[in-house]
């Protein structure tokens, strides 16, 4: 059996450490601050394509990740005996005018195409959704049924659960054995950049609030850029801020305030709701919006999964299957795009 190492114990380290562990390597994760201490932490859980159009790598590789999804966060549950929050529920969004309507349409042609018949994005009346329909000027909605949630906490903490039925523990400290995968996000980010002497990636703050309110089985909205995200425990996330310059990224302000009253106001079915959380965090944002996939540029013989940004949930199925792909077997999958060179 291979040793692996992974350093960062967030969505993809995790995620890099369950595929490795599936296939028999004995594997250790390292963190020093514990599971999901970063952006994994969060508690917003979008699982949302990009739209079906301009395709390209990064669309073509989230379409299968999110496909694979399901079964992935089954096993994960089943393994490990904890719930990582997923529903595969879809998403609503509204369209503004006739040219809005015009461009839905257009999509959805091409996502018969690009989705394989596997998921619909259509325009649908926003009057068959009732109260949770989001306010629309054309009384239309875009419904994809591609989208899909996660509570991102409890999806960190049953991959860890599950990571632990397979004997792979999560220690705050060790050394290397083995081959080793660098994904502590944000952290080495900052000093590839420094190494390179510019930006190859930077944090970018988010903040998010978890409201009390029962719609767990209702789809997700979208609009006015905001993440309405209902979770099985009775609660809706909203989110997120997408904030370059920040002083205290673990703290919330009154930009949150602010996101909270544009969610109100584009959903009003959520006026009076409890708001039970407040959130702030920093995501690794690489200067693709990619994930940086590959041999590690600093560390000789080492690897790298980095930078999901707002998308790493729906993205580590696929990253962590690629990444066992690369460590233990040397097949290379990782998208041209992705390669840190």
């Not at 601050?33 to 969060?42: D, E, K, R, T």
């Amino acid at each position: 059996m291979d040793d692996v190492t992974v350093r960062g114990a967030g969505v993809f380290g995790l995620s890099v450490a369950w595929a490795c562990a599936r296939r028999g390597a004995r594997v250790r994760v390292i963190d020093p601050h514990g599971p999901a201490a970063g952006a994994s932490g969060g508690i917003v859980g979008a699982l949302a394509p990009h739209v079906p159009e301009n395709w390209n790598d990064k669309k073509a590789f989230q379409f299968e990740s999110l496909m694979m999804a399901e079964r992935f966060w089954a096993e994960v549950a089943e393994v490990g005996g904890r719930d990582p929050g997923y529903l595969r529920s879809g998403r609503l969004q509204p369209l503004a005018d006739d040219r809005a309507v015009a461009l839905a349409r257009q999509r959805a042609e091409t996502a018969a195409e690009l989705w394989q018949g596997k998921a619909v994005w259509r325009v649908v009346p926003a009057e068959g959704f009732g109260a949770w329909a989001p306010a629309s000027p054309t009384g239309l909605l875009v419904e994809d049924t591609l989208s899909a949630r996660v509570h991102p906490r409890q999806a960190c903490a049953a991959l860890v659960a599950a990571l632990a039925a397979r004997g792979v523990e999560v220690l705050p400290e060790g050394e290397d054995r083995g081959a080793v995968v660098w994904a502590t996000g944000v952290q080495d980010l900052e000093e590839m950049s420094r190494a390179a002497g510019r930006s190859l990636g930077a944090g970018v703050k988010g903040q998010a609030a978890l409201l009390r309110f029962e719609a767990r089985e209702r789809p997700q909205l979208f609009a006015d850029a905001l993440h309405i995200v209902p979770h099985g425990d009775g609660t809706v996330a909203i989110g997120s801020t997408s904030e370059r310059e920040y002083a205290d990224g673990a703290a919330v302000d009154g930009q949150l305030d602010d996101v909270i009253a544009r969610a109100l106001a584009a959903f009003p079915v959520l006026e009076g709701a409890e708001v039970v959380e407040r959130w702030a965090g920093v995501r690794p944002r690489t200067g693709s919006r990619a994930p940086i996939l590959g041999a590690h540029p600093l560390r000789e013989g080492a690897w790298i999964a980095n930078g999901g940004f707002k998308i790493g949930f729906g993205m580590a199925p696929l990253v962590g299957e690629v990444m066992a792909d690369l460590v233990l077997e040397g097949r290379d999958r990782v998208p041209a795009g992705f390669r840190p060179e």
